[in-house]
């Protein structure tokens, strides 16, 4: 078998085995394929297009180019979620207890935030004395001891999809459905999740901006999770305006902790439960999913879902006095507000635009490396169908360093468009993707 005469294949169209596939991925790492070779097949790849059998396939080889995690003798089943990315979204710091006082175990791996979308391991940083530099031993005991653990990603697993990912970086690769599907569920798959949720953001603070796109990327991570026998499910959501009322870390994380207390912003908690609703009933927890949904409402209700999220943080370390002083949290010691110019409704409120404007507070990297301010963010007072005056706060943004904010906040008021008449209404959930 040769590198070239799988290149040829795969330029003319052909399907390829998972022979070839696994060929080329391991003798890639062993360092007998070069760098241009697998260039050239990334190429191909991005006209040529995979089936669901090749991006499985991909998926799998990817998985075993590294270590992987077992919990084949855990009693709880173990599930996992993943977002495509968006603003505001501090989905997981909800869901992770929320589902774990369910039942369910969930042993997450995150990385840090790029660009106008925030990281989970960015917002537990702010959370004092958290670790998220947990050891393979430390993980999994705390997993197992109390069913969820937060570390982040590992470099020993999944390496073949680093490598990738540096090479479609620098020749206009990326934005291929199997080569995006493939290195998410890799990723999924080799941290041992046996039922994966997939939050598939679509609007314009979204990677997948289209909604044709984000249904194209759903459908083909779902057959791989088919394909690889993992029960996995996605939800495609709106990302045109932010996720919640917070863009920012510690923001961020009071927005969740105020969504456990059980009155957090109505969009943040209706996605928190869907997803978990999912999580319960592909784990067969709670089969059905409205009887899991109900289910979920009750531990927000009675504190379960809290609790969890205190033990959680005090078994890494944190201050679990943040479930309820979120003033241990911190706070920003400079505030710009923005105001309505006129009277009206909230036609738009742009999210990437929102985005952009925290990562110029200081909330977000520009590249990887970027230092950030975790007490930088914007609170959002009024959002998309809200009706104003003029002179109302709309916004606040806030920081470390106070001459970031002025751009900051002048980049914010280019999030809002306003209208005489209130906008249509925009589902939160757009559609259901499943086997």
């Keep these: 078998m040769r590198a070239v005469d799988i290149i040829l294949r795969k330029r003319d169209g052909a399907k390829l085995s998972p022979e070839e ?49 077992d919990f084949s003798g855990f009693l709880r089943p173990v599930g996992d979620k993943h977002s495509t ?15 774990a006082a369910k039942g369910m175990t969930m042993a997450k791996m995150s990385g840090r ?34 069913g969820v653990a937060v570390m982040g990603q590992s470099p020993e697993m999944t390496p073949a999809d680093g490598q990738l990912y540096a090479l479609r970086d620098v020749t206009a690769t ?48 779902v057959d791989i999770g088919s394909v690889l026998g993992r029960k996995t499910v996605a939800l495609i959501t709106d990302m045109d305006q932010p996720l919640g009322h917070a863009v920012g870390n510690h923001l961020e994380v009071a927005e969740a902790i105020e969504t456990l207390q059980g009155h957090g912003p109505a969009d943040l908690r209706e996605l928190s439960l869907e997803l978990g609703a999912e999580l319960l009933a592909g784990s067969g927890i709670i089969e059905d999913r409205q009887q899991a949904k109900k289910s979920l409402e ?88 809200e009706k104003v005056q003029a002179g109302e706060v709309l916004a606040e943004v806030s920081g470390s360093h106070r001459d970031k904010l002025q751009a900051a906040l002048e980049k914010l008021s280019d999030a809002y468009c306003f209208s005489e008449k ?14």
Excluded: W
């Excluded at 995979?50 to 180019?65: G, I, Q």
């Excluded at 589902?427 to 086997?435: D, G, N, P, T, W």
């Design 422 to 435: 209130p906008p249509a209404p925009q589902s939160l959930i757009i559609e259901r993707v499943a086997k």
């Design 174 to 221: 990326v934005d291929s459905i199997p080569l995006i599907a493939s290195s998410v569920m890799s990723k999924k798959i080799a941290a041992g999740a046996g039922t994966i949720v997939l939050d598939v953001k679509a609007g314009s603070g979204a990677f997948m901006q289209d909604a044709g796109e984000a249904r194209q990327l759903a459908e083909a991570m």
């Design 298 to 385: 009750q531990s927000l209700a009675d504190g379960s879902a809290l609790q969890m999220f205190r033990r959680f943080v005090a078994a890494q370390g944190g201050d679990a006095g943040v479930a309820d002083d979120l003033s241990l949290l911190g706070s920003s010691p400079h505030r710009l507000t923005l105001t309505a110019p006129q009277d009206g409704y909230i036609g738009r409120l742009d999210a990437r635009t929102v985005g952009n404007a925290a990562v110029l507070s200081g909330a977000g990297r520009e590249k990887k490396g970027d230092d950030i301010d975790l007490l930088a963010g914007i609170r959002l007072y009024k959002k998309r169908g």
């Design 113 to 146: 935030g790029l660009g106008h979308t925030g990281g989970t391991i960015d917002k537990l940083a702010c959370i004092p004395g958290f670790r998220t530099d947990l050891s393979r031993r430390e993980f999994m005991a705390q997993v197992k001891e109390l």
């Design 85 to 99: 990315g968006g603003v505001g979204d501090k989905t997981t710091l909800v869901l992770l207890p929320l589902v």
């Design 21 to 69: 596939i696994s060929f080329f991925i391991r003798h890639y790492l062993q360092g007998s394929i070069a760098d241009y070779q697998v260039s050239a097949l990334l190429m191909a790849i991005y006209f040529q297009g995979m089936d669901a059998k090749e991006t499985a396939a991909l998926t799998e080889a990817l998985v075993h180019s590294g270590e992987t995690l």
